[in-house]
């Protein structure tokens, strides 16, 4: 008999609660509905969710461990010889050139963020000391702004309460990020007492509700956002007091924006000064501000500089610690470090390496090159470099070029087939899982979900944490005093395993160095079958229980010391629809601001140069080969992150047309439906055109999460739409974190 379950959707941040009925052979997701006892989305559903089974039975599913043969095909190994021969190549890789020439990629792709706990505990056995993901594609320079001025990361805005709501670089129309997106959109919008806000080239769904579309030339957002942060000063609209009391070191920073030509940055940017004045009057009578900045600047130019900035304008605004404005949230774990320290650098470049993570765009560089400290082995685990990093097929070089490859993923991705061993791990459907995207205000909640399918019959998947207990094994550092702790358990239950624990750890640093895979291998081994995997959340429920205790108290989480970590962590396992975890209070940000004296740090002396280096104005990339503005990678109706790899999943627009104004459709003599070259400095593809109102002349759009190698039902390699980042460059990237150029790429579109 069909049965519905609850679990989540994989495709934005927003991970929405939802419901799927499972086919009564139990092996297929018929429907899906939103989940109204989630506690974020509350049974919110966008349309994209409906297609999830193309997911779950994907054509290019990974059923058994592989190894690369001589030839490039590769062959079906037993689980035994792949992680006997995984732990063996990568430990002679230590052993002869040093575990820190090994390198980790990913751990977690779209909501799978358990097994990058996992991962890490892997590469520590080995020694290895650098590793990326794709917050480096996008977030470190966000990250490591508001790590110097907050102390902390994830501020996010109450659009729920705010008068007026403020997207840079962000359509959540269709990319969501916001709980409810649509709902909150809608309500904002239609509320003559509050105000949408929208900066983006495009006429976005978004920016079609706007009460103000800020439509200006793409990559010049750090120009506009300078020069509303000038009127505010040369109007005396600024709250003085408010800055007084909560700011330090804002006089440095505000003496580069006094004296600011807003004529000239407004003709920069090609919006009409008044635009500019207008909103920045309407800021200043606003009661409150929320603010969001997303991938349409993070991917772009100046994107260090446009997090800065954009932190100075809520400051400005005293946009921060009050309702509808921004906050701090209590979160679950930390999605990047704190700590903005710019001392650790990429051993061959010399990059800074911003929360822990190498920027994504320089591996291959650092790879492709005879420097005696460059990586000479990876494992890549839930990502697909060879699709998403700039310049893909450099990349590919540099995966081919290593001495050892190793992928752990669902489906036998681009990366996974320039691979040496492919692992094959379990859905997430298939396993618990969860997400640490959750950044509410003032209720916070965590969605561990259980899982909804057994592994397909005859295959051999499983789930990551198994996958590096075996390695950690293999390599032969598994701590012998796991046979204590699971002999405590077997006696005494989950109870007094905190002390024991803490006991063990205390005479064996093991057990805290290769925690994951020793709560893995004990507690895990006491939960409900298919939950093992979300043992390692018992260290993060009692880290948060230790750090906010009262914000868990409001939220029904009792008990005294580390009961309430116990209690926490039994909520999480209990509730397959979500917990609400934390409430706060309105002064809760303000304790989160962790700078020292809780007052928010606004110099940051080395983006100084930067705000400078605007009075001179954009510096144009494009020129008469390439006169274009390529933006890869916008968010459609239809499009998500490419965990769906299956095109049939898109209703609409399956190959990914590029998108341009009627203007120069009409100069090129082009039509919706025309065939047409688009070339870039990096590359060269055929496209389909669709002639679009939202775009702007010479900005034109390829959607995210096209042009992947997929296998079609004869088992043949196909590919539909655009890789967009072979059209892209490793070199275009943010001068300070490395985050692509992605939005911002020079192009020419020809018709013969």
Same mark, same amino acid.
């Given at each position: ?77 037993s ?114 007492n ?27 957002? %750090?120009?506009? &956002? /300078?020069?509303?942060?000038? !009127?505010?000063?040369? @109007? #005396? *609209? ?7 009391n ?33 909103? %920045?009057?309407? &800021? /200043?009578?606003?009661?409150? !501000?929320?603010?969001? @900045? #997303? *991938? ?7 994107s ?15 946009s ?113 899982e ?72 205390s ?16 507690l ?64 809760s ?27 001179t ?87 995210n999460?096209?042009?992947?190698d ?10 539909k739409g ?22 911002y ?8």
């Amino acid at each position: 008999m069909s049965e519905w379950h609850p679990t989540a959707c994989v495709l934005c941040e927003n991970n929405c609660g939802i419901e799927v009925k499972v086919s009564k052979d139990g092996q297929r997701i018929e429907k899906v509905k939103g989940d109204p006892k989630h506690p974020g989305s509350q049974g919110y559903l966008c349309q994209k969710a409906s297609r999830l089974d193309h997911y779950q039975n994907s054509v290019d599913r990974i059923l058994h461990p592989l190894k690369r043969t001589p030839d490039g095909d590769y062959e079906q190994i037993s689980w035994e010889q792949a992680i006997s021969e995984v732990a063996e190549k990568l430990s002679a890789i230590r052993d002869k050139f040093g575990g820190d020439k090994l390198f980790y990629y990913g751990g977690g792709g779209q909501g799978n963020h358990l097994p990058g706990g996992y991962g890490m505990t892997t590469m520590t056995a080995l020694g290895g000391r650098y590793r990326t993901n794709s917050l480096a594609q996008e977030k470190t320079g966000e990250g490591w702004v508001s790590a110097n001025m907050f102390g902390g990361y994830a501020q996010r805005g109450d659009f729920e309460h705010c008068e007026v709501g403020i997207f840079i670089g962000k359509n959540p129309w269709n990319s969501h990020g916001v709980q409810r997106s649509r709902v909150e959109l809608r309500e904002i919008a239609k509320d003559p007492n509050r105000a949408l806000v929208v900066f983006d080239p495009r006429v976005s769904e978004t920016a079609e509700i706007a009460n103000f579309h800020i439509q200006l030339k793409p990559g010049t957002d %750090a120009w506009a &956002l /300078a020069a509303i942060v000038a !009127i505010f000063l040369q @109007e #005396d *609209l600024v709250n003085w007091e408010w800055l007084e009391n909560n700011v330090t070191g804002y006089e440095n920073v505000l003496e580069l924006f006094k004296h600011i030509d807003v004529s000239s940055y407004a003709n920069y940017c090609g919006v009409p000064e008044d635009n500019l004045r207008q909103l %920045a009057q309407r &800021l /200043a009578e606003a009661k409150s !501000i929320a603010w969001y @900045e #997303d *991938l349409g600047v993070q991917m772009n130019r100046n994107s260090t500089l446009v997090s800065y900035i954009h932190r100075i304008a809520w400051l400005v605004t005293g946009s921060f610690g009050k309702q509808g404005s921004q906050f701090i949230p209590n979160t679950i774990r930390p999605l990047m470090s704190s700590n903005p320290s710019i001392s650790r650098k990429s051993p061959v470049l010399g990059a800074p390496i911003l929360s822990g993570l190498v920027p994504c765009n320089i591996v291959a560089e650092e790879i492709l090159t005879d420097h005696p400290d460059r990586y000479r082995g990876m494992i890549i685990e839930s990502a697909n470099p060879a699709h998403s990093t700039a310049d893909t097929k450099k990349f590919v070089k540099a995966m081919r070029s290593l001495e050892c490859t190793v992928v752990i993923d669902v489906a036998m991705t681009e990366t996974a087939r320039n691979a040496d061993y492919v692992l094959p791990a379990s859905t997430q459907y298939e396993k618990a899982e969860a997400t640490f995207f959750n950044f509410e205000y003032p209720n916070n909640y965590f969605h561990l979900r259980h899982p909804v399918f057994n592994p397909p019959e005859g295959s051999e998947t499983l789930p990551e944490a198994e996958i590096h207990s075996r390695l950690l094994s293999a390599i032969g550092e598994m701590p012998e005093e796991i046979t204590l702790l699971k002999a405590h358990l077997n006696e005494h239950g989950r109870k007094g395993f905190f002390a024991k624990y803490n006991e063990v750890a205390s005479i064996n640093g093991d057990i805290q160095k290769y925690a994951p895979v020793v709560l893995y291998e004990t507690l895990g081994k006491t939960l409900p079958k298919g939950l093992e995997q979300s043992a390692i959340l018992w260290s993060t429920a009692h880290f948060v229980a230790n750090r906010e205790p009262d914000s868990l108290r409001r939220a029904g989480i009792d008990g005294e010391g580390h009961e309430v970590g116990e209690n926490l962590f039994n909520a999480m396992i209990s509730n397959p629809n979500g917990i609400i975890f934390s409430k706060d209070e309105e002064s809760s940000s303000w304790t989160r601001v962790r700078t020292g004296d809780q007052r928010i740090k606004a110099d940051i002396p080395e983006l100084f140069p930067e705000i400078e280096f605007l009075k001179t104005g954009p510096r144009p990339i494009t020129n008469r080969d390439y006169p274009y503005v390529l933006s890869a990678g916008e968010r459609r109706p239809y499009t998500a992150n490419c965990v769906i790899r299956n095109p049939e999943w898109r209703k609409k627009d399956q190959e990914g047309a590029l998108r341009l104004s009627l203007n120069d459709a009409s100069k090129l003599g082009l039509q919706t439906g025309d065939e047409a070259q688009l070339s870039t400095a990096f590359g060269r593809t055929k496209v389909t055109v669709e002639v679009s109102s939202r775009m702007m002349d010479g900005h034109i759009s390829l959607p995210n999460g096209q042009g992947m190698d997929t296998r079609d039902e004869a088992g043949e390699v196909e590919r539909k739409g655009t890789a967009t980042n072979e059209l892209t460059g490793s070199g275009h990237r943010d001068f300070f974190a490395g985050t692509p150029w992605h939005k911002y790429i020079p192009a020419n579109i020809t018709t013969s």
